[in-house]
Every structure is written in structure tokens, then in C-alpha cells.
């Protein structure tokens, strides 16, 4: 009988252990709370003795003494990597009058994070930067703080209009405000530059002349020295979407399926020819660049910057070839937006102008690479390598015959799908040598279905439609 | 009666808190990805989104490659499992030292080895120097390319090398419960290593035999972070597709319609082993 009581309790102090399980990190945030508390008030008093002290010296410095605001948490999924998180704690963000806290993450855990900050209404999360792409779910789901009143003090940013309208995705209202670009370029090693095809600028390439140049390069060297970054990491899709199909059909959707269509798809087939056979472990084509297992390569600014800074001189940069419709190329927006849950949107607000100054501006570009959305001049405070693709950059926009292809607009949270869409028909037309127009029928049937159901106007380069954009 | 009737509930109660356990942090987060691959935003129960993951044109590639994994990876490693165990409990000099050896892989993580295994692999990568700096090769072999045998056979050989310790780490436990009295009776009847092998160690190895099996094949229709790192996209299984749904594609449906297929085969796989190797006490019975 005895044992049997023992045992009885031992259970019922389980079972309570159990039944407290759940309340346990309710409590853990409670102690938070509290130390938070505690630590406000400490904060208070030290501010206090700076404003009593400063009077004493000079009364102008007590206005011009930087205030604080407090802690800003930014979520970002740009400057990802660890080593460009390090660089913009311990340089972009480190001048800001307060405590910046950045957290790098992947694209759908601060979606996730975001939407259930909202859904619980109560978040943690101050500061977003993001892709355009990424903001128009955090809309539907009303989880975005409306920006309007911060336009007027931007107007001396000079941010370009256009960038200034895709903030307020499709509404009245400025929902994320630019905050920097970039875009896709071609880099080469110099050692590829003496298989350039005849009469071929570098400048002013097409398609074609860039297959020429494969071969020139395959012949010489046995090896199959072109790159595109066609792995799950890589951005291969972007080469479809805004570079190859405008390009070729003058839009990245309409022409998804026309004569043009299968033509491009027999270039790229014709091309693949001469690219790696490894390039679908291809994540970011600087790493390929500085082993030298590719020569000529496709990718974001931001994915080819490493081998630029660390050889400039071994490497050249140079526009996106062009097609028979011009030259399609892909402008990168990444906006900047705050959570209506977030705990220090003064703070936050804060953040944004901060973000914007041209000295900011000037070391984003030059820890991370990605190009100022406000007039600020650089070239004189970047390195060599850098200045290098800037100057590629603008070659490409600047292009007379430039197609630029912004990122699918208006697919809301089905905006990963289209991805999938022109990646599969890749696989399927290139790496499994499918009948073209069997797959571009099939694929096509997918992607208009998907625009149907979103509604999706098109959007440039394809001309603008009024309901749901309709493939040819 | 009464007490009689309490002491009954003690194991019971005993269970409580690992059932609360399981039920919040296993069972209802399963049930959700359940109501994922099965309901439609609206409610509705649909097979869409099963559909959908059936009529993908990576969806039969996938399945296709992850069943090759399984029947290739698996009875290597069960070969290679038993052959180490056997070494390391043979009593000879060093054994101890063997066993750490061979369960050293253990502690490495998958993507770990994964990223170790691309690095032999890859263009510019240990092997092709390895054969360029012995004169094989003029050029480097492309082992990783898309659709290439080799790629295939690169996951076969990381997941062996990664993967046997654990089948390793079980079939020693098994061994070091067989009583050495049955291998001395056999001697002393005269049965050689191989009868003794035959008839003695495997059948009372069975239950530890297939605690192994179920849980290699289960990890092994998992297969992931190995396949990614090593092959980019150009090796596609079927948990690799579920996080491509989930994490880039971003349909959340068809990601747990993959999870849910993947539980299936599990289970059914589970069920499978659970029947055939059903441990009879009369053959244990030497």
C-alpha cells in the first residue's frame, strides 16, 4: 500500500510538472518583460545625467546632442550571408543613434515570422528590408504600417518615381520605401577575352556572339567554360525571366509560348552546349569566377562582387548580351518597410531616413554591393572592383535598346510559383531534351492558369493589360 | 479490489507525460500538415493539391530516385554494417579503438557531410586532382553533371559513408547480447565460423536487425541535406521537392502533400518490415 502512494504522488507531481509544461514559456517571457522594465528606467537615468551635465558646457550642444532611438529590430533577407551581416552591423547600421539589431533570414521565415507576429498582433520585429516580391503577401495579410507621411521629407532623396510607385504596390499608399538595387550582370575572366568572336564588343554583345564565344572557348581549351547559376541556390530563373525571354519575345510572360519562344529555347539548347555540365550546383558564380572552373558567367551584382574585390584585375564586367528584341535585363528592387506590429516604430522610422543618407548609401555599395536608389555619386569612395560593375550597371540600363523586366508584380503569395514554372520548363526543354513545344503548351497552360487566379495584370516589359494578363 | 484496480493505472500514469508530450509537439503539428495536403484555403477537403503534386514533372524523377536510394544504399550499408560489427566484436587487439572509429560518422552532420563529399566531388575538387596529379586524367571529370550516373552514385557513397555507423553502432549492441555459451556449445558440436554465423548470430540478431532496417529506411525516403549539397538541382528526391514547395515555390500544400506521401511510404514500409521479420521464439531456440 505504501509503495502504491509513493507512486501516486510521484505521478501527480509528474502530471503537474506535465500541466505546467505548456504555461512554462509564458512565464520565461514574463521575466523578459520584466528585466526590459528594469533595464528602461536605467536607461532614463543615464540620459538624465547627460542632460544635466551638457548645459553646463554649451547650450547649443544639448539640441544637437544625438537622441536615442532605443532598439530597432531589423529583419532582412539581403545581406544574408554571415559575413555581410557582420558588415552591416558592424559598418552600415553602426553610426545609427540607437541599438540596431539585424537578423538575416531566408525570404520564408520572415514571411512566416511577420505573419504571425501579425496574427498575434503583438511583434517583435521593427524594420523589413526585403525584395519588392516579398511585400505583396505581408499586404494581403494587412501586416504592413502605412508609409505615406515619411514621402514628403524623402523628396530631397531623390528617389526615382518609378521606385517610389512599386513601393505602394498597386495602392495610394507607400508601403516600403526603396532602399537599394541591383541587378544582373555578365562578368569574364580575362583569359576568355582573347576567344571574344570576331568583331564581337564586349559592350554590345548578342546572344548569339556569347554562344560563338562558348565555342571559341571549348575549342581552345577542351573545356566548357560558361556559367549560370542553375542549382536550387541559384538565381537561373531571373536569367529566364528578365534577360533571355525579353530579349527574344519583348515581354517575360506573353510571348511565354510563340515562335519566338521555341526559337529562344532551341539558342539556349544551342548554348547549353557550351556551359559547364556542373553549372545545377551553381549557387553563386563568384566562387566558380575564382576557381576559374567557369570564365564567363551570368549572376547578381551581389553573387559575382567577391571575385571583383578580391582580383580586379583579373576579371571584366560587362552588360547582359542583347537579343532581336533589345537588350532584357532585370532591375532588383529592396524596399524597406515596418510591421504595424512593430514595438519602436518611431525607431523604425528612424531607421528608414537613416538608411537613405548618402554616406549610408555609399557603405551599403561598398560592403554589400548593392547600388544607391538616391542620386548620391560614388565612384570616388568605392574600390576598383566595384566601380567596375557599377560602370556595367549603368552600361546596361543606359542601353538604347534596354527592356528593363521588373519582377512579377501582382501574383501576391503565388509569387514563388512562376519561378518554378520557367524552371521546370528549363529542366525539361535543356537538361532533358523535351520537345519544346509540347512543354511550352503545358508550362504555358500552368502559367496562365496561375495568372488567372491571381488576376495578375502583366507588367513591363509586357504590355499593360487591364484583367488578368493573357499569354499569346 | 480497489488498489488492485490503481496499481493498473500506474504504468499508465507513468506514460502521461511523455503521451502530453508527443500529442503537442508530434501528433497535432502532423494533423495540421494533414489538414495542409488536404483542404483548400476555403475549407474544402479537396485532392487538388495531391493532384497537383502527381502531375509536377519532378514528382516521378523524384519518387523514382529516392526508391533507387533505397534499395541501393540500404543493403550496402547492411553488408558493410555486419562485416564492421563482426570485426569489432571478434575480440580482436584494438577493437575498442574500431568502434569509436566506425561510429564517427555519427557525429557529423548531414550537411556537414553533404558539403565534405562535394568537395571530392566537384570539378576542381580532391578526386579530379587527386587522378590529374596521378597523370589519369587530362582534364577534370565532371562526376556531378545533371542526369549523370555519377552524381547518383556520389549520394550513394556519402549516405553509405555517413549513415552505416548508426546501422553499425545498433548491430554491435545486438552482438554484445548474444551469449557467448551458444558459440561454445556450437564449437563444441563442430560447427565452423559460417554455420555458426548462419545459425547462431543473425537469427538472434533479428530483433536488433530490424530496429535498423526501420529506422534506415525511414531515414532514408527522408534523404535530403546530402543530395542538396552534393548535387545542386540536379539530384531530385522527394523530401528535397517538399522544401523546394515549401521554401521557394511557397505553396505550402503541395509541400505537405509531400510530407504526407513520405509518411506514407514510412509506414507502409514500417509495416512491411515489422511482418517479415516478425521475431518467432522457436527459432530462436538453437
Known amino acids: ?472 | 479490489m480497489k488498489p488492485r484496480r490503481r496499481a493498473n493505472l500506474e504504468p499508465y500514469l507513468l506514460l502521461l507525460p511523455s503521451l502530453a508530450y508527443l500529442a503537442v509537439f508530434f501528433a497535432w503539428p502532423m494533423v495540421q500538415a494533414f489538414g495542409l495536403a488536404f483542404r483548400a484555403d476555403d475549407g474544402r477537403w479537396t485532392a487538388e493539391f495531391f493532384q497537383r503534386m502527381i502531375g509536377d514533372a519532378a514528382f516521378w524523377p523524384a519518387l523514382r530516385t529516392t526508391l533507387i536510394l533505397v534499395v541501393t544504399i540500404i543493403p550496402l550499408q547492411f553488408i558493410l554494417a555486419l562485416i564492421m560489427a563482426l570485426l569489432a566484436t571478434a575480440g580482436l587487439r584494438g577493437a575498442g579503438a574500431l568502434i569509436y572509429f566506425y561510429a564517427l560518422p555519427i557525429a557529423v552532420s548531414d550537411l556537414a557531410a553533404g558539403i565534405v563529399w562535394f568537395s571530392i566531388f566537384t570539378e576542381r575538387g580532391y578526386l579530379n586532382t587527386i587522378l590529374q596529379g596521378l597523370g589519369l586524367l587530362e582534364r577534370p571529370f565532371i562526376f556531378l553533371q545533371y542526369g549523370a550516373t555519377w552524381s547518383l552514385i556520389a549520394v550513394i557513397l556519402a549516405e553509405v559513408w555517413r549513415a552505416t555507423s548508426i546501422v553499425f553502432v545498433i548491430l554491435v549492441a545486438g552482438l554484445q547480447g548474444i551469449p557467448k555459451e551458444y558459440h561454445e556449445a556450437a564449437e563444441v558440436f563442430g560447427a565452423g565460423w559460417f554455420a555458426r554465423l548462419r545459425r547462431i548470430t543473425l537469427p538472434l540478431l533479428r530483433p536488433s536487425i530490424q530496429v535498423a532496417l526501420i529506422l534506415r529506411t525511414i531515414l532514408a525516403f527522408q534523404v535530403f541535406a546530402v543530395v542538396v549539397a552534393l548535387t545542386g538541382d540536379g539530384v531530385k528526391v522527394l523530401a528535397s521537392e517538399a522544401y523546394q514547395w515549401y521554401s521557394q515555390w511557397r505553396n505550402l500544400n503541395v509541400a505537405a502533400a509531400y510530407a504526407a506521401l513520405i509518411l506514407a511510404i514510412s509506414l507502409l514500409s514500417t509495416v512491411i518490415y515489422l511482418r517479415a521479420l516478425r521475431t518467432r521464439t522457436e527459432a530462436l531456440t538453437v
Open chain 1, 1 to 472: 500500500m505504501k509503495r502504491v502512494w509513493a507512486v501516486l504522488a510521484l505521478v501527480t507531481i509528474l502530471a503537474l510538472v506535465a500541466a505546467c509544461a505548456a504555461p512554462t514559456p509564458q512565464v520565461i517571457e514574463k521575466v523578459v518583460e520584466k528585466t526590459v522594465v528594469v533595464e528602461k528606467p536605467v536607461e532614463k537615468v543615464v540620459q538624465a545625467t547627460v542632460v544635466v551635465e551638457k548645459p553646463v558646457e554649451k547650450v547649443v550642444q544639448v539640441t544637437a546632442a544625438p537622441a536615442n532611438y532605443g532598439k530597432v529590430t531589423i529583419l532582412s533577407t539581403q545581406a544574408n550571408p554571415v559575413e555581410e551581416q557582420e558588415k552591416m552591423r558592424g559598418v552600415v547600421l553602426k553610426a545609427f543613434p540607437g541599438k540596431p539589431e539585424f537578423i538575416g533570414m531566408e525570404e520564408p521565415a520572415l514571411i512566416d515570422r511577420v505573419l504571425a507576429e501579425a496574427k498575434a498582433g503583438k511583434g517583435t520585429a521593427d524594420v523589413l528590408i526585403s525584395l519588392h516580391g516579398t511585400y505583396p503577401t505581408l499586404l494581403a495579410a494587412n501586416a504592413l504600417l502605412d508609409l505615406s507621411d515619411m514621402v514628403p521629407n524623402l523628396k530631397d532623396r531623390n528617389i526615382p518615381e518609378a521606385f517610389m510607385k512599386l513601393g505602394k504596390l498597386g495602392t495610394d499608399k507607400q508601403y516600403y520605401i526603396p532602399v537599394m538595387q541591383a541587378t544582373y550582370i555578365m562578368a569574364a575572366n580575362k583569359k576568355a577575352l582573347q576567344y571574344l568572336p570576331a568583331g564581337a564588343n564586349i559592350d554590345a554583345l548578342t546572344w548569339e556572339q556569347l554562344r560563338d564565344w562558348g565555342k571559341n572557348i571549348t575549342e581552345a581549351t577542351k573545356e566548357k567554360k560558361l556559367g549560370f547559376p542553375a542549382s536550387d541556390r541559384g538565381l537561373m530563373h531571373r536569367f529566364l525571366q528578365g534577360y533571355i525571354y525579353p530579349s527574344y519575345t519583348g515581354g517575360m510572360v506573353t510571348g511565354f509560348k510563340t515562335k519566338e519562344a521555341e526559337a529562344m529555347w532551341t539558342f539556349i539548347k544551342d548554348l547549353w552546349q557550351y556551359v559547364n555540365p556542373q553549372a545545377t550546383t551553381y549557387g553563386f558564380m563568384q566562387e566558380q569566377l575564382l576557381s576559374e572552373e567557369v570564365w564567363v558567367a551570368f549572376d547578381h551584382t551581389a553573387r559575382l562582387v567577391e571575385a571583383f574585390k578580391q582580383k580586379p584585375n583579373d576579371f571584366v564586367a560587362f552588360p547582359a548580351p542583347k537579343g532581336p528584341k533589345g537588350l532584357g535585363f532585370m532591375p532588383v528592387i529592396v524596399g524597406v518597410a515596418i510591421p504595424k506590429t512593430a514595438p519602436n516604430p518611431e525607431g523604425a522610422k528612424q531607421m528608414v531616413r537613416y538608411l537613405l543618407q548618402d554616406e549610408v548609401q555609399i557603405n551599403i555599395l561598398r560592403e554589400i554591393a548593392f547600388f544607391p536608389v538616391t542620386g548620391v555619386s560614388y565612384p570616388g569612395y568605392v574600390t576598383v572592383g566595384i566601380r567596375m560593375e557599377g560602370e556595367a550597371v549603368s552600361k546596361q540600363s543606359a542601353s538604347p535598346d534596354a527592356l528593363p523586366a521588373l519582377l512579377p508584380v501582382g501574383l501576391g503569395a503565388k509569387g514563388g510559383e512562376i519561378n518554378k514554372i520557367y524552371r521546370d520548363a528549363f529542366t525539361r526543354i535543356v537538361l532533358k531534351n523535351e520537345d519544346i513545344v509540347k512543354v511550352l503548351t503545358e508550362e504555358g497552360a500552368n502559367l496562365q492558369k496561375l495568372l488567372d487566379e491571381t488576376g495578375a495584370p502583366c507588367w513591363p516589359p509586357d504590355p499593360a493589360s487591364t484583367a488578368a494578363c493573357q499569354l499569346k
